[in-house]
């Protein structure tokens, strides 16, 4: 008896101080993030989107479009390593989470990165299955390095199915999705991996924190529209509080989210209409934009930073429980109708065999939202 009674005051302190837990105080924190797949019998267009809020200390976040080289047309939201999400014309998407402490995690930090990793796959492969195999050829090789001791968790997805990677250096376990959705923050869920973590009470409770509110939150939309559109995944991703009784104070959208991607592959017609619907900075402190996988340039504040540095500088004053303007979020709403018109428009340019007509249609409009969003964010909406 005494020393149940002992033990349960052992845990009576332990969440008491979780709960006094602030993200500065642990550099575990300083790269995670909370990721879904949502396929087409549950969007709004019958397309299959792949999501992802990127938590890192790394504060430089822009837009990059494949080299004119690339023997594949891609899309990506990144830093120095370009790749955190990406989507390419043949229709595939990946991200990558950090997985759980582990036994056998990389250790060589001249390896490939996880973003480095994804730029291969995404410049190489066709297919979901194919980046699959892709990255077991990558990791099995050893080329492979991520940090804090931990492994890592890769999603991929094309027009038809997903895939969710749980690994170290020796273990690569897949798991197939067809429909539903599926949710990973930074801990492992697939079937045999508990044998090669080594996880923490106070990262499972960070990361089910996390994961709680996605899989509520997408829950929660169903019941009200009976499917799941980009603009309701946009107003997730922005969730920025914790119910009183968590034993965590993180939530999807918190102190180190850097940016949000929400990468809608289009079935039909993969390499012109899929769209990447990007927060180039910390969500609650900046607008979202749609990028198509056809676009052939950008405005130049999207790729070196400066819209990036514009949304840290507000979030500084305001925090990341920062109000979202009622201009922005009227920006928001507006360009989403006028660039699902323009997908509309160029979806019948493309059934009259009409490529060219549909890719500067698209282009032309997301350059216009591009520019009208410079414009909101150099006024700082403070």
Known sequence: MKKLFSFANFFRKYFSSVRNFDDDDNPVYDHECTSWMVFNDLTCNNTNVLHKNRDSKVRNVAVFLSPENSPRKWISLGSDAKANMAMNSSGLAGIMNSGEICIDYPTDDTKKSTPQIMEVIIESC???????????????????????????????????????????????????????????????????????????????????????????????????????????????????T????????????????????????????????????????????????????????????????????????RFELLGHEAYIPEEWLEFEKNSMLKYSKAKADARAMLDEGKKSEAVRLLNDIAYSIWTEASALLEKRAL
Not at 140 to 165: A, P, R, V
Not at 270 to 291: A, D, E, K, Q
Not at 292 to 303: D, F, H, R, S
């Open 126 to 240: 066709d297919t979901a299955a194919q980046a699959v195999e892709k990255l077991k050829e990558i990791i099995l090789s050893g080329d492979y390095w991520h940090h804090n001791q931990k492994g890592s968790i890769f999603f991929f997805m094309d027009t038809n199915e997903g895939y969710i990677c749980e690994l170290n250096t020796k273990v690569i376990n897949v798991q197939p999705y067809t429909s539903g959705y599926a949710v990973r923050a930074n801990i492992w869920q697939n079937p045999g991996m508990q044998a090669i973590s080594r996880n923490n009470i106070k990262n499972y409770l960070n990361s089910s924190a996390r994961a709680y509110i996605a899989f509520s939150g997408l829950n929660e939309i169903m019941d009200k529209y009976g499917k799941i559109s980009i603009e309701s995944m946009l107003e997730l991703s922005r969730h920025c």
């Open 242 to 313: 914790m119910p009183e009784e968590s034993p965590e104070k993180r939530s999807l959208c918190y102190k180190r989210t850097n940016s949000t991607g929400s990468l809608e592959i289009d079935r039909q017609y993969p390499g012109v209409l899929s769209t990447g619907y990007f927060t180039v900075g910390h969500p609650r402190n900046t607008v979202c934009i749609p990028v198509p996988v056809c676009a052939e340039k950008i405005l130049p504040g999207m790729g070196d930073y400066s819209w990036s540095a514009m949304s840290f500088e």
